[in-house]
C-alpha cells in the first residue's frame, strides 16, 4: 500500500542540551514550526553561538551587526504546489528575498577531542514564493564552503557571466523524463548538494556565503564514514517518497511488440517504422507490422517547409547512435539539397494532466513536448523515440516526387539501418495568410532574465544583450513558423517628481525588441499586450485606478490629473514610434476584465472609452481581450474587438462586433492546428493570437520540472548551448496555418473562375465549392473545444482534407 506523503514527515524531536558527548551530532535548519528529521536537533535563526553555547550561527564580520533568516518552503496551501521532506523544506540563510549582503556566515560547535567525518546538505527551490519567476541567487552564483578554514567546496555558475549560467540553467532540458524515472531525482536533488569533509580537533567552524542555505548537518566519527553515509542515503530516500508520491503517472493503453516482429529485427538491434505523423508517439508506443521500415513522406508546395515523422524502436542500448539524411531527388534528376533539411529528436518529459487524489497531488503523462536538432547519443533500450525531419522546399523547385534516405548506424548494430524518404513536390504555390496570425509574450525581459535585472550587482549590463539574443532567437522561430506579429507590450516609461518623461532600462530593451519585431514581421501591426497596464499604472500614473483598487475608482473616478499624465506617456509613446518608424502598434487596453465579474465589465467599458478618446486625439487604434459576456458593453468602443471561446463566439457576438465598427480578432480558443486554420475560414476573423510562446510567469515554467512548478505548456526551451527548441502544440498550430493558406488558394481560384465557360472548369470549380460547403458545415464557431476535443477535428482529419484542397487546387490549375 502506498503511504500517504503528508504521514511521511517525522515528529517534532528537538535533542537536550548538551549534546557535546553524543556519538553523532545531527542537525536540521529551518524555522521553529517546520518539522524537524526524526532524531536531530532543531536550529533556527535564533541559535547563535555564544561562549555558554555548545552550537550556533556566527558572521565572519563581527564590526557589524547582521540578521539570519530561516524559511519554510512548504507554506503554500494549494493542493498542487510541491511538498518538500523535512530536511529539504526548510533552511537558515544571512539574508532573503534577493537581499543578501556581501560577507560569509557559518554554523560552529563544540566537539570533544577527536577525528569526524560530516556532511552538510545545502539547497532551496524559492526566493519568494511559488508563483514568482525570482530564481534564488544560491542558483546562479559561484560560492564556497570552508570548514575550518579550510576550503572544501568550490561551486561555481559561470563566475557571473550571465550566458553561461543560462547554458546551465537550461543544459536540463536535453534530458528525457522517461516511465520509472524519478521526478524528485531529476529535477529537485540537483538544487540540494551535499558537501562532505573531515576534520579533527574540539571545533567545527562551517563557514560559506551569506545566499547560501543550510539545512542539516551530519557529523559523525571518521571511521564512521559508512554509517553516515547510510544515513544520509535514508534521508534523501525519504525526501524522494515525500515528493514522488505525490505524483503519479497517467500510463497510456499498453502496445505490445510482436514475437515475429521482435525476432525478424533482433538482429538488426532497432526497428524503424512510421505511424501517421500527427500521432503523439511517446516511449511506449509499439510498433506494429505494417509500420516497420514503411516508407515516410509528405506533400509541400514550393516555398513552404514540410515535416516529415518516423520514430526509432531500439531492441539493445544504442551508443553514439548516428541518424543521418540523404539529399531528395526526383527521377529527373532534380535534387532538394541537405541544406533543406534538418532532423529534430523529440524529448520527453513529464507533463501536468490534472489533479490527483488520495494522497496524490498530481497526474502526470510522459509527452514528447520539444524537439531539438539531434546530436549523435546514446538512445535508451526499448524506448521508442519520435524524429521530425523539416524540410524547406525552395521556391524554383520543380513539381514531381522526390526520394531521400535517412539512416541509423552504431557500434551496437551490424550494418547500418535504412528508412526510405518522400516528398511529393505540389505543382503549384500557397496564397499568402490574410490573417495576422500572432502568439503572447511578455515584456522583453521580464522572464528569461529577470534574474539578471534583479542582481544588477552580479550581471551588471549584461542583461540587455543577453535579452536581445533570446528574442532573435524567439522571433525567428515564430517567424519562421508562419506568424507575422506577436502580441507583446512595452514597458520602461514612467514620470519624475516635475511631471517630465524617464525613459527607464525597460525601454531599452522595448527599442531592442521592435528592432527585431521590424526584421521579422516587417510592417504587420502589433497588438501590444500589456499596454495598458504595463505601460501605465498607478506606479507611472498615480491614481491611474485599475481593478484592484476598483473601490478608489468607483468612488474618486479617474482624476483630470491622472489623465493628463496618461495621455503625456501615451503621447510620448507614439511619439517615439514614429521618431523610429516603429510600425503600427495597437494600444491594446485591457485582458479578459470579464474575470472580475460586472466590476470587471464596468471598468472595461470606462476604460474602452478613455483610450478610444485618447486615440482618435493622438492617432492609435485600440484592442482589448475578453473572456465573457459582461464584456460586451465595451465592444462599440474598441477597434479591435478579441474574445475568446466563452464570450461566446456566436454569430450574433460577431455580428455585433462587425456592426459597431470593431475588428473581429480571436484569441485562446485552443492551441491546435483546428482553431489556427479551418476554424477560421468560417470564422473570418482578422486575427488570431493564443498563450504563450516564450516564457510563463513562474520562474520553473522556463524548465521542464515537476509538474506543480512548471507548466512548460507556454514556454519555448533551449538547451544548454541557447539553441531554441520546437514545440509539439507550435508545430500543429503551424500546420494550422498551413492549412489556411491552402483553403485561400482554392477559395482565390473558386472566385477567379466562377464565371468560366470550360466544362472542365465548371466541374472543377463545383467540387471545389461543394468541398468548401461540406467542411463548413463541419464548423460550429461555439462548440470549439468540444469538437477538438472529441476528435471531429483531430489532426489525422485536418491531413486528409488538406490533400483533398491540394487535389481541387491542381485540378481547376490543370483546367485553366
Known amino acids: 500500500m502506498k503511504k500517504n506523503w503528508t504521514v511521511l514527515f517525522a515528529a517534532a524531536i528537538v535533542c537536550a542540551a548538551p549534546i557535546l558527548n553524543a556519538k553523532e551530532y545531527l542537525f536540521d535548519f529551518g524555522t521553529k514550526d517546520s518539522p524537524v528529521a526524526e532524531g536531530f536537533t532543531k536550529v533556527t535563526e535564533e541559535d547563535v553561538f555564544a561562549a555558554e553555547k555548545e552550537y550556533g550561527f556566527f558572521f565572519a564580520d563581527t564590526k557589524k551587526k547582521y540578521k539570519l533568516f530561516s524559511r519554510d518552503e512548504n507554506f503554500s496551501k494549494q493542493t498542487e504546489s510541491l511538498k518538500l521532506g523535512p530536511i529539504f523544506c526548510d533552511h537558515v540563510t544571512a539574508g532573503r528575498k534577493l537581499w543578501y549582503p556581501e560577507i560569509n556566515y557559518g554554523f560552529k560547535m563544540k566537539l570533544p577531542q577527536g577525528e569526524y567525518y560530516g556532511a552538510v ?5 524559492l526566493e519568494f514564493d511559488a508563483n514568482t519567476i525570482a530564481e534564488p541567487p544560491y542558483w546562479f552564483t559561484d560560492s564556497s564552503v570552508k570548514v575550518n578554514g579550510k576550503t572544501v567546496a568550490e561551486v561555481s555558475h559561470g563566475g557571473g557571466n550571465l550566458k553561461k549560467y543560462m547554458c546551465e540553467f537550461f543544459s536540463i532540458t536535453e534530458d ?20 562532505f569533509f573531515s576534520f579533527s580537533g574540539t571545533e567545527l567552524n562551517i563557514e560559506t556565503n551569506a545566499f547560501c542555505p543550510i539545512n542539516a548537518l551530519l557529523i559523525y566519527p571518521k571511521d564512521q564514514e559508512k554509517e553516515l ?3 544520509l542515503n535514508a534521508l534523501l530516500e525519504n525526501e524522494r517518497e515525500i515528493v514522488d508520491s505525490q505524483y503519479k503517472e497517467k500510463v497510456p493503453e499498453k502496445e505490445t511488440l510482436s514475437e515475429s516482429l521482435k525476432s525478424k529485427y533482433l538482429k538488426d538491434g532497432a526497428i524503424l517504422f512510421t505511424r501517421s505523423s500527427e500521432e503523439e508517439i511517446t516511449s511506449y508506443t509499439m510498433p506494429e507490422e505494417k509500420e516497420a521500415m514503411r516508407p515516410a513522406g509528405d506533400f509541400i ?3 513552404e517547409t514540410g515535416m516529415i515523422r518516423f520514430n526509432i524502436l531500439p531492441l539493445k542500448e544504442l551508443k553514439n547512435a ?17 541544406d533543406n533539411l534538418s532532423l529534430w529528436l523529440s524529448h520527453y518529459v513529464a507533463f501536468p494532466s490534472g489533479i490527483g487524489g488520495g494522497g496524490v497531488g498530481f497526474i502526470y503523462k510522459i509527452r514528447p513536448w520539444y524537439a531539438y536538432q539531434y546530436k549523435p547519443q546514446t538512445l535508451k533500450n ?15 523547385t520543380k513539381a514531381g516526387d522526390y526520394s531521400g534516405t535517412v539512416t541509423l548506424s552504431s557500434p551496437d548494430i551490424p550494418k547500418p539501418l535504412n528508412l526510405p524518404l518522400m516528398i ?6 500557397l496564397q499568402k495568410e490574410d490573417v495576422t496570425f500572432g502568439m503572447y509574450d511578455y515584456s522583453p525581459g521580464s522572464t528569461l532574465v529577470r534574474l539578471a535585472r534583479d542582481n544588477k550587482k552580479l550581471f551588471g549590463t549584461q542583461a540587455r544583450a543577453m535579452v536581445a539574443e533570446f528574442e532573435e532567437k524567439l522571433h525567428r522561430e515564430m517567424s519562421d513558423n508562419g506568424y507575422n506579429t506577436v502580441a507583446q507590450g512595452p514597458s520602461g516609461l514612467t514620470l519624475d517628481k516635475n511631471g517630465n518623461i524617464v525613459e527607464t532600462e525597460a525601454w531599452d530593451l522595448w527599442c531592442d525588441f521592435m528592432n527585431i519585431y521590424k526584421k521579422y514581421y516587417g510592417s504587420t501591426p502589433l497588438p501590444s499586450y500589456g499596454t495598458g497596464w504595463s505601460l501605465l499604472g498607478t506606479s507611472s500614473v498615480p491614481g491611474y485606478w485599475g481593478i484592484h483598487e476598483y473601490d478608489k475608482w468607483e468612488k474618486e473616478g479617474w482624476s483630470e490629473k491622472t489623465v493628463s499624465d496618461i495621455e503625456k506617456i501615451v503621447s510620448y509613446f507614439y511619439k517615439k514610434g514614429k521618431e523610429l518608424k516603429w510600425p503600427e502598434i495597437i494600444f491594446y487596453v485591457q485582458d479578459e476584465m470579464a474575470n472580475y465579474g460586472t466590476r470587471g465589465g464596468k471598468m472595461a467599458k470606462a476604460r474602452a472609452e478613455l483610450f478610444q478618446k485618447l486615440g482618435k486625439k493622438i492617432g492609435f487604434r485600440t484592442c482589448a481581450s475578453m473572456n465573457g459576456a459582461v464584456e460586451l458593453p465595451e465592444i462599440p468602443y474598441l477597434n479591435i474587438s478579441i474574445p475568446n471561446g466563452a464570450l461566446p463566439l456566436s454569430e450574433k457576438n460577431i455580428k455585433y462586433m462587425k456592426d459597431n465598427g470593431s475588428e473581429f480578432w480571436i484569441y485562446n480558443i485552443g492551441a491546435n492546428r483546428y482553431t489556427f486554420g479551418y476554424y477560421l475560414t468560417k470564422a473570418q476573423a482578422k486575427g488570431r493570437l493564443q498563450w504563450s510562446f516564450s516564457a510563463a510567469s513562474r520562474y520553473l515554467d522556463q524548465i521542464p520540472t515537476l509538474p506543480s512548478l512548471g507548466s ?16 509539439w502544440d507550435v508545430e500543429n498550430m503551424r500546420q494550422g496555418i498551413i492549412d489556411y493558406k491552402y483553403f485561400l488558394t482554392m477559395k482565390k481560384l473558386v472566385d477567379k473562375n466562377k464565371k468560366s465557360s470550360s466544362p472542365k472548369m465548371k466541374e472543377a470549380v463545383a467540387r471545389a465549392e461543394k468541398l468548401m460547403a461540406k467542411m463548413f458545415e463541419g464548423i460550429d464557431l461555439e462548440t470549439i473545444d468540444k469538437r477538438t476535443s472529441l476528435g471531429i477535428w483531430n489532426e489525422t482529419t485536418c491531413q486528409r482534407l488538406r490533400w483533398k484542397i491540394a487535389s481541387s487546387i491542381k485540378e481547376m490549375n490543370d483546367a485553366e
Open 121 to 125: 546538505i545545502m539547497g532551496k527551490m
Open 176 to 195: 528525457n523524463f522517461f516511465p520509472g524515472d524519478s521526478l524528485f531525482k531529476k529535477y529537485v536533488l540537483p538544487h540540494f548538494p551535499v558537501h
Open 229 to 231: 553515509k547510510s544515513k
Open 301 to 303: 508546395p514550393p516555398g
Open 322 to 338: 548516428q541518424i543521418s539524411l540523404s539529399e531528395f531527388k526526383s527521377k529527373d534528376g532534380n535534387v532538394i539539397s541537405k
Open 382 to 396: 526499448m524506448a521508442t523515440r519520435m524524429f521530425s525531419v523539416y524540410a524547406k522546399v525552395p521556391e524554383n
Open 424 to 429: 511529393k513536390v505540389m505543382p503549384f504555390k
Open 712 to 727: 512548460i505548456v507556454y514556454t519555448t526551451v533551449f538547451d544548454g548551448n541557447l539553441n531554441i527548441s520546437k514545440r
